[in-house]
């Protein structure tokens, strides 16, 4: 039976640069994700772990949120055997580009790798390719491509969606979701007077014509309407460096709707409302209103900043939990005193 799982690790530490290392898996395969990649944000990772990201997302390119680049790029410059992918919002390939261009590359012309940047403007995805034969130099137009509602990224474990938010300009936030998978009604097993057995994951798998449930033979296709019921995989969603007033908050928690786990900013304390609404952040109660508004699952709250104390933080945690109860900070962090 296949196995889905989506695991996110939160990498940095409470009111340093943060971001988000997510591994689909389907049980045969996996798509890592690296969202964000701050200052030392890959310390402590095994470099394995480093080099098997398969695409590292950007939410803005703040230097908070890409101070981590070099590290990333050290170890995977040379990568050829995966593909290497950047993504972003406008301004990418120019921003990215010169990253990959910023350095003394006189020592290239045995390398292979191809990096490819994708910005992403509302629908729309233009790409360049940039190649390490040559130092980078060149933005090669790899395209346009108009996603007509499709994701940004979609693999066997994994689609990933891009979020317009508000911060200075575009700053986007992700969604990811896991395919939806087939669950079992056991209520309807039940009734039928069937025993679980491997023909339930033969048949989630797709199985057709006769099979073999415990010995007897029955029709896959009408054991399948009455016993699997389609359902949605694990989902999270990554929303840093945003503003969140009242339209956003309605436009916002309608796309989030149903989301797994919520991971926000934390940016500004209960009663900093104007201050977090002129610098495009948000306070700690207006995300833990969007985790409330979208249905979420629960809420982890990030990228603290060092204007506050420890102690404030544990006062947030107190009145975010009075409006979304499933608010924490990640388990790591405090030695689990806050979370
Ligand atoms: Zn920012
Ligand atoms: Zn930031």
Redesign the pocket.
Known sequence: MLLHMLHAQVLGQPAHDNALLITATSGQSHTKLLLDCGENVLAGLPLSEIADIDHLLFSHF?M??VSGFDAFFRINFERTNRENHLWGPPGSIAVLGHRLQGYWWNLTADLSAVWHVHEIDGDTVSSARFEAQGGFAVAHDAGTRRLDGGPLIGTPEVQVQALALSHHGVSLGYVLREPRRWAVDKAALHRLVLNAGPWLAQLKNGASGRLDVNGTLLDADTLRADLLRSVPGESLAYL??FLLDESELARLSALLAGVGTLYT?AQYAPGDVDRASRNHHTTVLQVAQLARLSGAERLRLL?LSRRYTAQDWAEWLEAARAVFPATGYPAHWFEGTLD
Request: charged fraction near 45%; aromatic fraction near 0%; hydrophobic fraction near 0%.
């Open positions: 703040h908070d949120h840093s460096d900013e990228h």
